[in-house]
């Protein structure tokens, strides 16, 4: 008896959490796939795209790398 | 205008680059056996080599100019010119061996033109060991300069003429012509292989700039000092 009480309870208590947060997963869920609309530009063509972004980002790190010491050159020779 | 006049190749440096960088990845490329979309490595491997042959070249043709006139500052550019082709001499091998370990199977199978380009890379260690080597700094700059020359009279067998010889993995192999490869290169490939000769042949001489600039600042210093 104490058993299936138990268990009815339980029952219970799943069905309401599903009633609850189903319909927030979901609602969520939504809103995620708004969100990341560039996310499925990215994903496009065997997600090349993302190795394009990561290759400019390391090339324009690379150059204001450059730029900098350039700077920095520039001062150095306008003080010699 | 002063501003576009003194850095306009650093921008075309960099436009140029981007260029290589996100066409050469977004292109459609022809469909080669074995090698698939890592063909696209011929955008960013190849130039490496280059810009190493460019700059052993105009390093050569300084270590002459410093022979005939004795003028410190040739020597200067042609040790810069050295360092800079050793860094991209060792990035076109090290991606090579990627390259190669991807398609052919190992890192280094023994091609022609990876002992070439192997015995080239020792030839210029060698450069840098043999100035560090010299006790008597008034023969620095003259010993180092008819190694030099010798040296880049040395690769031009190394990379061109023997590897053309033998049966090879790299493309256009036992061809006497060394720029075969080049000809037989389907278009497709060169809206983008030739602006990335160029940009990474500009990005080199960047870096050369910056180090010649600081070996000037140095050597005025010097001069400063001794008088």
Known sequence: ????????????LSALFAALFLPLYSIAQQGYAKETEMADVLYQNGRIYLVVFVMAIIFAGIILYLVRIEKKLNKLEKNS | MLFLKKYWW???????????????????IPAI??????????FYHVPMWYVMIVCFLISAINALRFLSKKNELYDAMSLEFVNVGIFFGCLGMLTGMVWASGTWGKAWSNDPKQIGAGLCL????A????????????NIATISAVYN??????????LFIIPARFESLHPASGESNPLQALYEQASAFRKVSLPAMLGWVLLGIWIYNIRIRIKKLE?????????
């Not at chain 2, 074995?34 to 011929?42: H, M, V």
């Not at chain 2, 020792?122 to 260690?125: A, G, K, R, W």
């Not at chain 2, 840098?128 to 700094?137: E, P």
């Open chain 2, 219 to 227: 050597l005025s210093k010097k001069w400063k000092d001794n008088q």
């Open chain 2, 10 to 28: 650093k921008i075309l440096t960099v436009l140029i680059l981007s260029w290589v960088i996100v066409g050469g990845m977004l292109i459609e």
């Open chain 1, 1 to 12: 008896m104490e058993r299936q009480s138990i268990n009815k309870f339980v029952q219970r």
């Open chain 2, 122 to 125: 020792l030839t210029y260690f």
């Open chain 2, 33 to 42: 056996p074995k090698l698939g979309e890592s063909a696209r490595n011929l």
């Open chain 2, 149 to 158: 020359v010798f040296a880049f009279a040395l690769i031009v067998p190394l």
């Open chain 2, 127 to 138: 450069y840098m060991v043999l100035r560090n080597s010299i006790q008597n700094k008034k």
